[in-house]
């Protein structure tokens, strides 16, 4: 007779990599399948096996979701041009031309997309953290960004009709040459956008000169990863010319360069503000957003952070650069969309211009916004909404499904929560300078990804929150908003596996979260006690000052605190859990 606690339902597993896979199968292994008699449904959705099965693991994770209702995601590697060179050389007979976009692509949107899921993701209520709170005011920081062309330079419009949206080239042949379709109805927003590589370098010119000029280390950030045939087109214009140009003199002016991906990068410099540095963020939507961030942190600061912060991302309907399709241009010429052989756009662009087209489904925008009133309601939080639809026929749509909805739960006599639109600058403003007690912050991908990443330092580290996906049929996917930590991840290679440092609370969080559904669903007393008890033990390992690196000095007693690796703070949350 075993003592384990019985589940009767499967839970699906998906497998990441780099230091958070590690992580994740000793946490499966210490507080699940040890206490636990239930059937896990693995998928391996390393970026390995992305690769070798051609992008078939992420369709499998889509279908496994469906059936079985609940699932826990790792974080996985979205590898950069060198690292898919790296894996193609391992796997010769493998032809990059021949894979599927599932197999390099970042799995994410398509799992959001495949189970028809938005994602939420929150602060845990830690009791024994405070918040991060630099010393930004009069800060030598300065954001650099394109003052033309990308997304505030596109053309965007609702279709007039159902059919299919095409995207044509026509180059030097003359002869139109398709280069993506997809269905669009009625009332679906679209945008095409395009940047002019030679003002691309032009930039990066007079940005690394500016750093030269006013001695300041250099920052640049981009979504390279997932928007490779436009944010990684840029970055690969951009570092040429730092390269071939600008790196002897930076190194000689003593000055330092960093790449990062832009939400990552936004959270480490909110949250660790550099002393003097230039920021360079080309994309002029996300850099308008920072630069006016960056100039009301550095006259008025940071203020005391007393609320937990609520981010709804919008992912089912692909929606912004997450689900768009990105490519150079492959000579000079013209690219146009047609609509069921109307011509709707057409704009001239030169070989090596990253071209961008997007849509989004107005179906999945309305199931969206329903769903964060209902979150909003349930939890008694506020929502503001960030727009900017006097300037972008694309952010229209939002506008009238959130006047839709109003009425509908009017006429329903069921009063909406309390909602403010304003732009996506001042959302993030507030989100970050002026946060109320509850407030949930409804954001595309990208916008999302941004403004979690930043809040999640803020609060303490990007291991000290949680996300769910949740679709409208039901499904639940919890997941870790952080990456693999591929820094930790090399340390540990290095020295054979003895310095295992990685914060694993939003992990078990995620695993707590998707057993306490587990027993919600078939009413399992014996499993919703358990995962109590297990968050209860991680929040409380916390508050006695048992922490990992990365929240060293954070605790509200920094002289009490003791600082272990992953495994000790593993050790020390299953102690708790047994007391």
């Known amino acids: 007779m075993t003592n384990k606690i019985q589940v009767a339902k ?15 199968e000793r946490i499966l292994e210490q507080f699940v399948t040890s206490r636990l008699d239930i059937d896990l449904v693995e998928i391996d959705l390393s970026a390995e096996q992305r690769l070798t099965s051609n992008g078939q693991v992420v369709l499998d994770a889509i279908d496994s979701l469906k059936e079985h209702g609940v699932g826990i995601k790792n974080a996985g590697m979205t590898v950069n041009r060198s690292q898919l060179d790296d894996l193609l050389a391992k796997y010769p007979d493998i032809s990059e031309a021949a894979l599927d976009k599932l197999a390099t692509k970042s799995p994410n949107g398509a799992i959001r997309k495949g189970i028809g899921g938005n994602i939420t993701r929150e602060d845990i209520e830690f009791r024994n953290l405070k918040s991060v709170r630099p010393d930004w005011v009069g800060r030598e920081i300065e954001v650099d960004t394109m003052d033309s062309g990308g997304l505030d330079f596109s053309y965007s419009e609702l279709s007039d009709a159902t059919g299919v949206a095409k995207v044509y080239f026509v180059g ?17 927003p679209w945008m095409l956008a395009s940047n002019d590589l ?38 690969a214009a951009i570092e040429e010319v730092y390269n071939s140009d600008y790196k002897d003199k930076v190194a000689a002016a003593g000055l330092e360069y960093h790449y990062e991906l832009i939400d990552a990068q936004a959270a480490r410099i909110v949250s660790n503000p550099p002393e003097r540095a230039l920021w360079g963020v080309p994309d002029n939507v996300s850099g308008m957003k920072l630069y006016k961030l960056v100039q009301q942190l550095k006259r008025y600061g940071l203020p005391e952070r007393k609320a937990h912060v609520s981010i709804s991302r919008m992912s089912a309907g692909g929606g912004d650069q997450y689900g768009s399709y990105n490519t150079p241009a492959p000579e000079d010429g013209i690219i146009k969309v047609v609509m069921d052989g109307v011509e709707k756009h057409a704009r001239d662009v030169k070989a090596g211009d990253p071209l961008l087209f997007m849509s989004n489904d107005r179906a ?6 329903k769903q964060v009133f209902r979150d909003a309601a349930l939890n008694k939080k506020e929502v503001y909404f960030g727009l900017k639809r006097e300037f972008v026929n694309y952010d229209e749509v939002y506008s009238s499904i959130i006047l839709e909805i ?3 739960l009017a006429a329903l006599d069921t009063p909406p929560p309390s909602f403010m639109i304003m732009r996506p600058s001042r959302q993030l403003s507030k989100m970050i300078c002026d946060p109320p007690r509850w407030g949930l912050y409804p954001a595309q991908n990208l916008d999302g990804d941004i403004f979690s990443d930043i809040s999640a330092a803020l609060g303490g580290s990007l291991a000290t929150a949680s996300s769910v996906i949740e679709s409208k049929d039901g499904t639940m996917l919890y997941e870790a908003p952080h990456g693999t930590a591929h820094d930790l991840y090399l340390r540990y290679l290095e020295t054979d596996g003895k310095e295992a440092n990685f914060n694993s609370s939003a992990l078990i969080f995620a695993v707590a979260n998707a057993l306490e559904e587990l027993a919600r669903r078939e009413d399992n007393a014996a499993l919703a006690e358990y995962s109590s008890r297990l968050k209860s033990a991680l929040i409380e390992t916390v508050a006695q000052g048992t ?9 509200l007693n920094p002289d009490d605190e003791k600082v272990v690796d992953m495994y000790g703070f593993l050790d020390a949350i299953e102690a708790n859990l047994e007391s």
């Open 547 to 555: 922490i990992t690196g990365d929240l060293k000095g954070k605790t």
């Open 364 to 369: 999945a925008i309305k199931d969206w916004v």
């Open 406 to 408: 109003r009425k509908e």
């Open 198 to 235: 030679d003002e691309v370098k032009a930039w990066a010119h007079r940005f690394f000169q500016r750093a030269l000029d006013e001695k300041r280390d250099i920052y640049l950030g981009l979504k390279d990863t997932v928007v490779a045939g436009y944010d990684g087109v840029m970055r």
């Open 10 to 24: 499967p839970m699906v597993i998906l497998h990441g990599d780099e230091m958070a896979q590690i992580a994740f």
């Open 172 to 188: 030097s042949s003359g002869d139109p040459v398709e280069l993506h379709r997809r269905t669009l109805r009625k009332g679906d």
